[in-house]
């Protein structure tokens, strides 16, 4: 089974902060997608990216950046956290080349900035 | 642009009976579908995918969905619901590199 590990379930930063959300997946999946969940606006795609070193930009960007170094770990930066920035954020991967793939997600990250 | 519908926030039904949750969905080309389930304080898990073939695709934990071209629509069903079904579900199109559409969610709720 994939295994997609999210380093934190909880966390609390304050206004200001830079936050490192970090995400790894061990089945050697291309594709890698941050989203952010929130109360009645479903999941919105931050950032994705389908090779080492390579990233698009989804629908929200703005206020993220992120990092693939290696193909198994894809990692979300908060460059300078707000308390907008409060939500459940989900890591995700699938299997490149194919649009038959499913995502497949950690259990998420709960931050809140204070 | 692509898109998926959720057309209802929440459904309820007694254990026992059939569930459905409604998607709909407008993609360009051929489709490829996805339902997902998420549970309180977790990531969403893969139920189900159409890629082609029978309109009539079965999942884990005893779901299915039928695929249905001229409605464009993909329902997710199960003959009999549990309480432990009680969940969010996300209907899904896949675009290209991968991506998805996601719908909103629908809260299932499933009462003794």
């Known amino acids: 089974d994939v295994k997609v590990t999210q380093s934190s379930r909880y966390l609390v930063k304050r206004t200001g902060e830079k936050v490192f959300l970090e995400c790894v997946q061990d089945?050697?999946?291309?594709?890698m997608f941050w989203y952010r969940q929130d109360p009645g606006l479903g999941l919105r795609l931050i950032y994705f990216?389908?090779?080492?070193?390579?990233?698009e930009k989804g629908d929200i960007p703005e206020g993220y950046s992120v990092s693939r170094e290696k193909k198994e770990r894809f990692s979300l930066i908060l460059e300078s956290a707000s308390t907008n920035q409060t939500s459940m954020y989900l890591c995700?991967?699938?299997?490149?080349?194919?649009?038959?793939?499913?995502?497949?997600f950690g259990d998420g990250t709960r931050l809140s900035i204070l | 642009a692509q898109s998926v519908a959720q057309p209802e926030d929440q459904v309820n039904v007694a254990e026992g009976n059939p569930l459905t949750v409604k998607c709909t969905y407008s993609?360009?080309?051929?489709?490829?579908l996805f339902w997902y389930v998420q549970y309180p304080n977790r990531g969403l898990q893969f139920l189900l995918k159409?890629?082609?073939?029978?309109?009539l695709v079965k999942g884990s934990y005893g779901f299915e969905a039928e695929f249905n071209k001229s409605q464009t629509s993909f329902h997710l069903k199960k003959p009999s619901a549990l309480v432990s079904d009680s969940a969010l579900y996300f209907c899904?199109?896949?675009?290209?590199?991968?991506?998805?559409?996601f719908g909103d969610g629908t809260t299932l709720t499933v009462k003794p």
């Open positions: 995700a991967s699938s299997g490149g080349g194919f649009d038959n793939q499913p995502q497949h």
């Open positions: 089945m050697d999946h291309e594709n």
């Open positions: 990216s389908y090779d080492v070193k390579m990233k």
């Open positions: 993609v360009s080309g051929n489709p490829y």
């Open positions: 159409y890629i082609t073939g029978d309109n």
């Open positions: 899904a199109a896949n675009t290209n590199a991968g991506k998805s559409t």
